[in-house]
Every structure is written in C-alpha cells, then in structure tokens.
C-alpha cells in the first residue's frame, strides 16, 4: 500500500475496478469522441481503412482486461476517490486510464494518486514509460498530464489527430 497526506493507493481486483467504472462512467466512450467531430471530418477520416482500423484497436485494447493492473485511491474517510487501470502491462510500456468519481473530481486526486503511483511504477518496475490518451478537449486530464511532464506524441492518422491526444510519461 501507498500513502500521501490525502490518500491510500493498493492494487485492487478488476472487478471491484469495474463496479467503480460502471457507477461514474456513461459506457459510451467510442461515441463520445466521435460526436466532438463535425460530420464530414469523420467521413473524410473514415476513408483511410487501415487507420481506422488501428484507432479502433488502440482504443480496443483500453478495454482489454486481460493484461492490466487495477489501483485504486481512497481518501481519509475511506472512500474510493479514483481508479487507475494499466493496459497492456506486459509490453513494458503500458498505458494509462485514470477515472475519477464525479464528487471528487477537481480537489487535486487524480494527479496525487498518478505521482505516488507513478514514481512507485518506474521504481519497481522495469518501465520505460507509460502512455496516456486521452479525448481531445478533455482540459482536466490535459493539466494532469502536463504536470506530470507528459511528452505529446505526433498522431499515427489523421482520425487519432482529430479524436485524442498521445503522451508518454517518463520516470523524473
């Protein structure tokens, strides 16, 4: 277990991450991303297939439960203020998704859990670096990212350069 002044961090179970996914999330990622964009932006993004198709992956394997690690943040009263799942963990360079309950988001959570977390990963772990993407216009995580020295990436297709943004995370 890791601890800050506000929060205690473990690793939890996929499925108490799960439940707290569920209770904040609307389950309509993939449309969230595709409604920011005007009609024919999508129709012209759309017509490189092996782009689309590698988008659809990308965000694919966000799900993929099978290779992650789950963790979990508590504040002092003992509730569950978020949750941070790491894909692709086997690869040595997984990525990052972080999910904060509606209730304690902007109280400055999400990036305490993400630098204790963090700096615990690359100290114990053979971690090059992480990667995190996220939507396009999503300004609060774009602010965690950055404050922990998140490095943009340059999109792979003109439909990811639309849709999210990349950045690699590296050890301080």
């Not at 108490?16 to 409604?35: I, P, R, T």
């Not at 995580?141 to 950045?167: A, D, N």
């Amino acid at each position: 277990m890791l601890q800050t002044d506000r929060i205690m961090i473990r690793e939890m179970s996929q499925t108490d991450a799960q439940q707290f996914l569920n209770s904040v999330d609307d389950g309509d990622e993939m449309n969230g991303y595709l409604n920011a964009l005007p009609e024919d932006v999508v129709q012209d993004a759309l017509q490189n297939t092996n782009a689309v198709l590698d988008f659809v992956r990308t965000l694919s394997a966000l799900r993929d439960k099978g290779d992650m690690k789950q963790y979990g943040a508590w504040n002092r009263k003992g509730e569950l203020v978020a949750c941070a799942g790491l894909t692709s963990w086997s690869t040595g360079t997984p990525e990052l998704q972080i999910t904060v309950a509606d209730a304690h988001r902007r109280c400055g959570y999400a990036t305490e859990f993400l630098q204790c977390l963090l700096s615990w990963l690359f100290q114990n772990n053979n971690l090059q670096y992480v990667v995190y993407r996220l939507r396009k216009g999503n300004e609060p995580s774009e602010k965690i990212v950055r404050r922990l020295g998140g490095i943009q990436q340059e999109p792979k297709s003109k439909l990811e350069s639309l849709t999210i943004t990349t950045y690699r995370i590296y050890p301080n």
